[in-house]
């Protein structure tokens, strides 16, 4: 199911990234007192009375040397495009702004519903301050302290209420959806006319011209699949095409309703630092993954060049291991067909269930082979390991403190259950439990 999409927009310093982590439940977003200084993840999962939903901190988009009155109206653009529900973060202790009517015209254009919250209400005596704010045009204010977790539950409860209705395409079980993520300009939209032989997706050279999320419905040998042609981006112009991260938002509601994901790269710009933030939305949200090398043809080479290519790959993404890596050319079309069988068997290996008296042979082996260190005196005990899910795989481990489970152990366990067990290509959880 494709979860519903929640911006926070609101000019700087209005503690946009305070909200978000409160929200979020955990410290995600740099959070200072000095206006646009939030530069870590602004993208999360969230729930609230039993709905998940995506929730961006568009504070934590980066837009370079543009003014502060552009980004904030770039940002709140960027909400337009991505969110099903906009919430609209103001100060109760500055009262409205000149800046808090600008995002407001742009939301108001929008016909996106707006929820608005009035922020750093931290006691009663302040409440009557936020009348004022009934002059932007969104009804009721909603009085908040994200510093003290006041008020966010009625700010919910309004949030919730805006959800889009569930309507997701449904597919046979045996039908595969893959998608195809990456920076702007990889190729991913290439790929896919190179395998269908015809420009059913526009392909440009210029970044982001992908306008929206496709489904392409495919037959190879015998399979059906569908391919998620992730969106790029809608709007053009310098403002966007700086703004990496934003390839990230576009990424994330391909990733959820795929199968198996496609991290693209470009040989010829190499690996850079947003590649591996991508793969690790995929990563995160525990989709089978091929790492895809596209644009190959472009690179001079000799009997080494792919085997060093390869070692760079491992070095930056250590945290996906598992992950086979496959070199194409979408413009030769060289090697795009042995994609599929590598799609089919990532696919399989996602859904794998194991017997569990093999898997409790193969953890016994391992902990006589390498006990687990004392910890404060005491030792961790494994009683019994059951593989509890697929796609992807987890197995909880039965332990007698799992507080004695470190992660290097944790990480030994995962290893041997993959020499044992074919799962390349799909992340795998392993979740210490106490036995009762």
Do not use: C
């Amino acid at each position: 199911m494709v979860k519903p999409v929640v911006a926070i927009v609101g000019r700087p310093n209005v503690g946009k990234s305070t909200i978000f982590n409160r929200i979020v439940g955990e410290r995600v977003s740099i959070v200072e007192d000095e206006p646009g200084v939030t530069r870590d993840r602004i993208y999360n999962t969230a729930e609230w009375l039993g709905k998940e939903f995506n929730i961006i901190d568009t504070g934590g988009i980066d837009l370079g040397d543009e003014p502060f009155l552009a980004q904030i109206r770039a940002q709140a653009e960027i909400a337009i495009d991505e969110a099903d529900v906009i919430i609209l973060i103001a100060s109760g202790r500055e009262g409205v702004t000149d800046a808090d009517e600008q995002v407001a015209k742009i939301l108001y254009r929008s016909n996106k519903p707006v929820v608005l919250a009035v922020n750093k209400v931290d006691n009663p005596e302040m409440r009557d301050q936020i009348y004022d704010f009934y002059a932007l045009g969104f009804g009721e204010p909603f009085p908040i302290s994200g510093s003290h977790g006041l008020g966010l539950g009625d700010l919910l409860d309004e949030v919730i209420k805006h959800f889009p209705a569930e309507d997701e395409t449904e597919y046979d079980e045996d039908v595969i959806k893959f998608s195809l993520i990456g920076r702007p300009n990889v190729g991913k939209s290439s790929i896919i006319n190179a395998l269908l032989g015809e420009e059913r997706v526009i392909v440009s050279n210029v970044a982001g011209t992908t306008r929206d999320a496709i489904d392409t419905s495919y037959t190879f040998e015998d399979q059906d699949y569908v391919m998620i042609d992730t969106a790029g981006m809608r709007k053009r112009g310098k403002v966007y095409e700086n703004t990496e991260k934003y390839s990230v938002l576009r990424a994330m509601r391909a990733i959820e309703r795929s199968d198996v994901v496609l991290v693209v790269l470009n040989a010829e710009e190499g690996i850079r630092e947003q590649d591996k933030k991508i793969a690790g939305y995929a990563h995160e949200a525990g989709r089978a993954i091929i790492i895809v090398v596209n644009k190959w043809d472009a690179i001079e080479k000799d009997e080494k060049t792919m085997n060093k290519f390869m070692e760079d790959i491992r070095e930056h993404f250590l945290f996906m291991s598992y992950a086979p890596i496959v070199f194409v050319s979408a413009l030769t079309k060289k090697r795009l067909t042995n994609l599929f069988p590598v799609i089919n068997q990532v696919s399989e290996n996602h859904a794998l269930r194991v017997q569990s008296s093999m898997l409790n042979d193969v953890i016994a082996d391992a902990v006589a082979m390498n006990p687990a260190p004392m910890e404060k005196g005491k030792r961790l005990k494994i009683f019994y390991t059951t593989q509890v899910a697929i796609k992807p795989p987890a197995f909880v481990v039965f332990v007698n403190e799992p507080e004695l489970m470190h992660f290097s152990y944790e990480r030994f366990l995962e290893n041997r259950i993959r020499e044992a067990f074919p799962f390349e290509g799909t992340p795998i959880r392993v979740i210490p439990r106490r036995r009762k």
